[in-house]
């Protein structure tokens, strides 16, 4: 009798973290939604984060959505005859499974194109990305003096493969 109790008890538990964690439903993981603030009357700004895909299938970043801006692109930089541009991505940006993609300071981001109100440093904003295989997934982040942006991480993204760990595994003789 106890036992049967239990097991209700255990299973609706179960049911209940389930229902509780909707980002399970993703396998994707993000870092730190960073704004760029604006300085003056800075029609325009950009959004930062890191996506990791911790499923075993790729997926691919489509598009971003917010109300901040007019328009709101996802971007890339390039080097153009030693100038450096950033231009919009066709066809998205791919997430493939395992892999961390970085959207920072000279490289991908998402644009926000005609702010609608300047960009506050210190204050939360909005962005909703929309994944291929996800779906819509909207992100809360603050906005930081271009200063205090945290530049994408100078490791390499294979940080994690065997190789460099064997390397900093201290030998034993
Ligand atoms: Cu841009």
Redesign the pocket.
Known sequence: MLSLILQRVFAAVLMGLMMLSPAMASDLMFGTLQFRATIGSMP?S?AYLSITNHGAMADRLLAAESSLSRKT?L?TMEVTNGVMK?RQIDGGIAIPAGKTIQLAPGGF?V?LIGLKAPLNADEHYQVTLVFEKAGKIKLTGLAKRPADLKMPSSHSTDTHSPDAHSMNMPKSN
Request: overall charge negative.
């Open positions: 325009s950009a692109e971007h950033m981001h644009m």
